[in-house]
């Protein structure tokens, strides 16, 4: 088979894989997340994410790339995790996220360390690079385990930003379950369908392969274990099926009562387990 011909079938699947998921708009994605932004990251541990951060920079070190006097690009950077260490580092970074008030955090805590980055809210999913002056501009762009990256076209449009190296972390496999699928049965009358918001890491790797583009990647297992009140678990996965389906008074308060059944002396706690990758390549063609 021709290699044009690989790197359609791949873009068919790819494709496919996201037609016929429940529609989600710009609109509730940045609800959602404005509404996530002043707690989202608290609870992770900080050894764990200051390890995360150094396998970040090892390997783009590996990879060649020195952020010191770069223009980066971060795509869903979200309250900052990479954008600030970025940025510490001698980085010139600009920062997009579909949520105003994830920017807003980001440049306080910014301005509390005496950092300057730039921000802009902006929908990857419908952005103009062009109009935007992005692309062909950044030495390094990043999207680390964003939902603005879903598609062929998203990939794309985040190569054709770079003029040096790009960086792309997420799921190896689909992301926890939030919501028990017995739970979702019992308020909805059916499983929940497939919404990879996240192109996952298969895709976009195999789309590099199949091109030619052999990428440094780095991959890992981390069990995971939530721990919260049973009210904010319940709360929390109200706000998760109502992000796509609307949900009656009634399926709230069945929601409420399951957690609250599973609870103990208040607590609810559920064992899981992610697997994620990352990888870096550098950037031949930005054109795309």
């Not at 996220?97 to 005496?114: C, N, P, V, W, Y």
């Amino acid at each position: 088979m021709k290699s044009s011909e690989n790197i359609q079938t791949l873009l068919d699947c790819w494709n496919s894989s996201v037609s016929g998921t429940e529609p989600i708009t710009d609109e509730s994605q940045a609800d959602r997340w404005n509404r996530r932004a002043s707690t989202f990251g608290n609870d992770h541990d900080p050894e764990k994410r200051a390890k995360k951060t150094a396998d970040f920079f090892s390997l783009l070190s590996e990879a060649g790339f020195s952020p010191q006097g770069s223009r980066v690009l971060d795509i869903g950077c979200g309250p900052g995790s990479l954008s600030l260490p970025l940025a510490e580092a001698g980085a010139d970074v600009t920062a997009i996220d579909i949520s105003s008030r994830m920017l807003e955090r980001l440049s306080s805590t910014a301005k509390d360390r005496g950092l300057s980055i730039k921000t802009l809210v902006c929908s990857w999913w419908s952005a103009d690079i062009d109009l935007l002056n992005l692309r062909n501009s950044f030495d390094l762009v990043i999207a680390s385990m964003t939902p603005g990256i879903k598609d062929p076209e998203t990939f794309d449009r985040m190569i054709a930003c770079s003029r040096g190296y790009c960086y792309y972390s997420s799921y190896m496999k689909n992301g926890p379950n939030k919501i028990p699928p017995e739970l979702y049965l019992r308020v909805m009358g059916e499983l929940p369908q497939s919404r990879p918001l996240f192109a996952g890491f298969f895709y976009p790797f195999m789309y590099l392969y199949v091109r030619g583009i052999h990428p440094l990647v780095r991959m890992y297992r981390k069990p995971l274990r939530y721990e919260e009140s049973w009210e904010e678990a319940a709360e929390r996965a109200i706000e998760d099926i109502q992000h796509t389906r609307g949900l009656s008074q009634e399926a709230k308060k069945e929601v409420m009562e399951y957690y609250k059944n599973l609870s103990i002396n208040g607590r609810y706690s559920a064992d899981d387990e992610m697997y994620n990758a990352m990888m870096v390549w550098p950037v031949h063609n930005p054109d795309i």
